[in-house]
């Protein structure tokens, strides 16, 4: 607020205006801005040496209170900054000032500029943010495909379990085999370079098989949400331009599948079919689609997000997993969910194994059972059911090396009450959105660690920027409201259609 006590006293004021009164505050503004005079010369009085000396005062009136001595000398202006030492830390209002400093300059020097040109942040600010902890984009690894890195596992170690449910086993290049074989059968029935090939399968081993033999056709896969209304069921599967749909049996004589076999489509189990075992396999680069994933539609039309193979690789590989071979990750979300991204190619390319949950719902008691049964020591969770389970199951957890949650606002509660319960786990909080490959920032809460209010968004995931821009994509400062920019890997080639 800026204020001239000439026009109106505040006494008046207060009293016209009637305000909210609190001990704690001023009753019309906390911040000011306020015009003084320099010192006024010295009162020459007979026979003594007068100087002007300024009144130092102890308290201030307002929160924030910025004046400004608006007759230069020597060229300079003379502002300065009070604040009230219980609100404001010194760092605080000396950056204030330095920001001030430099609009003036920027506006000094440059009369013609628009508000939105003006740059707000000092040099050092800009450096923090734009080459600092917004991530520095270097990319995680060399430009590869999910087959070339999964490939690399087999020949590391072919007779590794790759896939279990429990009942059926796979090893690695027993699982590399059964997707050539398949693969082959796709491109003798059409599927050939980014064909986008619907899935219609629940969860299974099966599943993973037929995921990899359409990646070898050269295809990218888009799984079906088993559980959406058959009328979207359908026309996801409609909007994709495959010959094909995978099915098993759950799905081969389901109204969907007989709807899209009626309309042209072949409806295929992952079963290879010999006469097309010498079918070759085209070449796949890392810019094709890996699959395609669709938002929930909860704020608009539901659209078909790409994903190339680079992103999910560079997601998969990003050091801060810290994935080894001899970890177990529970396969468990759905697979047209995007965080069965991380269950499935996280474990696959760093040589671990993919356990597949049983296709039923996941609660703490049956979490604990099956998570005590199969070793699993990794797990991906919803920050729904996150909560849910830290709350009122946290033995669930007993067994984990490592909880990652995200996708929605996650509870510092949760967080704390996992880790005091279980002070060996990593709870690893995440944020991202489709678009970018599950995740962007991801930050590991490890032992005493505890979170305050609220769980942060974290730190950028590797080969990723983060951005925070006004309404003219100019950088915020630090605390400034604004938008997130997302840059780097990971990001979708864009919507299907």
Same mark, same amino acid.
């Given at each position: 607020?800026? *204020? ?40 020459? #009085? ?25 007759? /230069? ?56 943010? +734009? ?43 027993? #699982? ?51 559980? *959406? ?151 991906? +969770? ?19 090396? %490592? ?31 489709? %678009? ?19 769980? /942060? ?15 003219? #994509? ?24």
């Amino acid at each position: 607020a800026a *204020y001239n006590h000439q026009d109106l006293p505040f006494e008046l004021l207060v009293k016209h205006l009637q305000p909210t009164r609190s001990l704690a505050r001023h009753p019309l503004f906390q911040i000011a801005l306020s015009r003084a005079d320099r010192l006024p010369p010295a009162t020459p #009085l007979p026979g003594l040496e007068c100087a002007p000396v300024a009144t130092p005062l102890r308290i201030v009136k307002f929160d924030l209170e910025i004046t400004v001595a608006d007759e /230069p000398i020597d060229g300079e202006l003379g502002i300065g900054i009070s604040y009230a030492r219980d609100l404001f830390a010194h760092r605080t209002v000396e950056v204030l000032g330095q920001r001030l400093r430099n609009v003036l300059h920027q506006v000094a020097t440059d009369s013609e500029t628009t508000i939105s040109r003006i740059d707000v942040m000092t040099g050092q600010e800009r450096i923090d943010l +734009l080459g600092g902890f917004g991530g520095s984009g270097t990319p995680v690894t060399e430009s590869r495909t999910v087959l070339d890195v999964f490939d690399e596992q087999v020949e590391r170690a072919p007779g590794r379990i790759a896939i279990t449910d429990g009942t059926v086993s796979l090893t690695y290049v027993e #699982l590399r085999d059964r997707a050539d074989r398949l693969a082959r059968t796709l491109v003798a029935a059409g599927v050939s370079t980014e064909t986008l090939v619907p899935m219609l399968m629940q969860r299974s081993v099966d599943l993973v098989v037929g995921i990899l033999a359409v990646l070898r056709a050269g295809g990218g896969y888009v799984p079906i949400h088993t559980a *959406y209304p058959p009328v979207r069921m359908k026309r996801v599967a409609e909007e994709t331009n495959s010959p094909v749909v995978l099915v098993d049996d759950a799905f081969e004589q389901h109204e969907v599948t007989n709807a899209l076999v009626a309309g042209g489509r072949t409806a295929l189990r992952c079963e290879a079919d010999h006469a097309a075992e010498d079918e070759p396999l085209p070449t796949v680069l890392p810019d094709q689609i890996c699959y395609v994933m669709y938002t929930s539609g909860s704020t608009g039309e539901p659209k078909g997000i790409q994903i190339t193979h680079g992103g999910v690789v560079d997601l998969a590989c990003d050091p801060s997993w810290g994935m080894q071979p001899e970890d177990r990750v529970l396969l468990h979300s759905p697979h047209a969910f995007d965080a069965s991204t991380w269950e499935l190619w996280g474990p696959l390319l760093a040589g671990g194994r993919v356990v597949v949950a049983p296709a039923r719902e996941i609660d703490g008691a049956f979490l604990k059972d099956l998570v005590h049964a199969t070793g699993v020591n990794r797990l991906s +969770l919803t920050a729904g059911l996150f909560r849910v389970i830290a709350d009122d199951s946290i033995e669930a957890f007993a067994e984990l090396d %490592e909880i990652t949650t995200g996708g929605d606002v996650i509870s510092a509660d949760a967080v704390n009450n996992t880790l005091r319960h279980c002070p060996d786990i990593v709870v690893r909080t995440t944020y991202g959105p489709t %678009e970018a490959t599950l995740c962007v920032t991801q930050y590991p809460w490890h032992g005493t660690e505890r979170a305050g209010t609220s769980v /942060p968004l974290g730190r950028p995931m590797g080969g990723t920027r983060l951005f925070v821009l006004d309404e003219f #994509l100019q950088p915020v400062p630090v605390g400034v409201p604004g938008e997130l920019y997302i840059a780097g890997s990971g990001l979708a080639r864009g919507y299907l259609g």
